[in-house]
């Protein structure tokens, strides 16, 4: 004790003493830090831990748009609006096909059938008439043509081995009749595609 006590100055009390206060007081500071002895905005965001903030900190709503997400609205370079379903211009969406607002020129069935085929290309790949129920559908919106239109619906024909007969529907009640496949049995038509993106 007496060379501790010889070893004892003013200088080495109060530096010892010094160390201890810096040391506890530190401890005090960090178990003892809260929120509300923050400054707003006085935290740099690099001393923040990385992944520590969460959508719950954060309002996603006041994020602006990410740089490199300039082109997040499109797929392949197109938009949202281009890759929509929609109809071609002369035609209207009815029963999952899109059906011709204006009848063609009455014509024997495999003349309607080519020119139906050959309709829209070579930018889609063409046209068919439609089915008994598409046509009947159309006629909810537009009326048909007189004397009828044709269908895709053929039978063998009960007159004339070898030839068809040709589903056409009169009205728009859906009452139907048969007619040759020949120029006797031309009737009006319209064709029909599948929606195009």
Known sequence: MKK??????YA????????FIALGGSSYAAASLSGSHIRNRSIAAKKIKKNALSGREIRESRLSRVPLAASADRVGGLTGAELRVHCPLDTFPMADVCIERDPHL???YGSAVDE??????????GRRL????????????V???????MTSSVYPSSTD???????VIVDKNGSVALVPD????????RCVTDPLN
């Open 106 to 108: 009455p014509a024997p």
């Open 4 to 9: 501790l006590r010889a070893r004892m100055t």
């Open 161 to 167: 081995s070898g030839r068809l007969d040709v589903l």
């Open 12 to 19: 080495n009390v109060m530096s010892t003493l010094a160390v």
């Open 130 to 141: 439609p089915t008994h129920n598409e046509l009947l559908a159309a006629f909810s919106a």
């Open 182 to 189: 020949t120029a006797a049995g031309s009737r009006a038509y």
């Open 116 to 125: 139906c085929a050959l309709a829209g290309t070579p930018s889609s790949p």
């Open 143 to 149: 009326n048909p043509a007189s004397g009828g239109e």
